[in-house]
T-cell receptor, first 111, second 115 residues
Framework: DAKTTQPPSMDCAEGRAANLPCNHS???????VYWYRQIHSQGPQYIIH???NNETNEMASLIITEDRKSSTLILPHATLRDTAVYYC????????????FGPGTRLSVLP | NAGVMQNPRHLVRRRGQEARLRCSPM?????VYWYRQLPEEGLKFMVY????????ESGMPKERFSAEFPKEGPSILRIQQVVRGDSAAYFC?????????????FGPGTRLTVL
């Protein structure tokens, strides 16, 4: 699976959009971009995933560049409860594949 | 629909004892994954099981660790003769048999402390 690079930490003001970047310059054509988050030592929580089109759900939006070498997770109106470690993971979608979690980005939403 | 359940949530063992961690996947899920998270580190994959079968155990330590997912009952991660370095949070995740995108649902974890 391709390697990802994320900033170790970011701050965001409550109510503002949080934009979390991820670089995956070695991504291959059949690899998806997944985002998970882990709130204070709880189990990781799935957020969103995509292949090449931008995706949106009730939690977030995922913007993938046209060359697929990077992506951005957007939390449109961050709340204090969004403070967590966010993991960007790139992997093939073969059934049964495990996820490889890197160090992620520690997002702090500030009041 | 209840989520992935793990018990116990906290487990304390002395060096040399055995630790048994249990994971009940979500209803309808027949695939289970175990991950370990050491303090201040990311999650590391350990093992992937389907009912009665170990599919991928490439992340399991070669000794003292074993896992099973019997036909009936929860998946069990067993650590024999625990050492202090086994102290960690152990997370279980499950996915359904035929989900196209293989999203994994994680449990709350078991925090193992070895004294």
């Amino acid at each position: 699976d391709a390697k990802t690079t994320q900033p170790p930490s970011m701050d965001c003001a409550e109510g503002r959009a949080a934009n979390l970047p991820c670089n995956h310059s070695t991504i291959s054509g059949n690899e998806y971009v997944y985002w998970y988050r882990q709130i204070h030592s709880q189990g990781p929580q799935y957020i969103i995933h995509g292949l090449k089109n931008n995706e949106t759900n009730e939690m977030a939006s995922l913007i993938i560049t046209e060359d697929r070498k990077s992506s951005t997770l957007i939390l449109p109106h961050a709340t204090l409860r969004d403070t967590a470690v966010y993991y960007c993971i790139v992997r093939v979608n073969d059934y049964g594949q495990n996820f490889v979690f890197g160090p992620g980005t520690r997002l702090s939403v500030l009041p | 629909n209840a989520g992935v359940m793990q018990n116990p949530r906290h487990l304390v063992r002395r060096r040399g004892q055995e630790a048994r961690l249990r994971c009940s996947p979500m209803k309808g899920h027949s695939h289970v994954y175990w991950y370990r998270q050491l303090p201040e580190e990311g999650l590391k994959f350990m093992v992937y099981l389907q009912k009665e079968n170990i599919i991928d155990e490439s992340g399991m330590p070669k000794e003292r660790f074993s896992a099973e997912f019997p036909k009936e009952g929860p998946s069990i991660l067993r650590i024999q003769q625990v050492v202090r370095g086994d102290s960690a949070a152990y997370f279980c995740a499950s996915s359904p048999r035929a989900m196209r995108y293989n999203e994994q649902f994680f449990g709350p974890g078991t925090r193992l402390t070895v004294l």
